[in-house]
Nanobody, 123 residues
């Protein structure tokens, strides 16, 4: 397992942008598949975006074209760039990691999680 720490959440108006960061405490960050999930009050945790060790990306349909996941391996950090935010994007956003070759959309497939960062989008 690897320790993950998210940052960058906050309050933003609809249509605005935010960039989330997730710093990993490992010397082998480049071998991890990284993902972002989110959980709104009363709802299950849902997949948002994933980025494999080889650079393959995947996105939930609800965020395609608006969110971008990227990574900086020398900085052991993965990012989630969020544009054109909507009130329905309001949730706690979590960073997750595993050593799989592919991105899985099920939270159960990830064994390392951050503490989460709150994103609130006002209408």
């Amino acid at each position: 397992q690897v320790q993950l720490v998210e940052s960058g959440g906050g309050l933003v108006q609809a249509g605005g942008s935010l960039k989330l960061s997730c710093a990993a405490s490992t010397r082998t960050f480049s071998i991890y598949t990284m993902a972002w999930f989110r959980q709104a009050p009363g709802k299950d945790r849902e997949f948002v975006a994933g980025l494999t060790r080889s650079g393959g990306t995947s996105y939930a349909d609800s965020v395609k074209g608006r969110f971008t996941i990227s990574r900086d391996n020398p900085k052991n950090t993965v990012y989630l760039h969020m544009n054109s935010l909507k009130p329905e994007d309001t949730a706690v956003y979590y960073c997750a990691a595993n050593q799989a070759f592919a991105t899985y959309t099920s939270a159960a497939r990830y064994n390392s999680w951050g503490q989460g960062t709150q994103v609130t989008v006002s209408s």
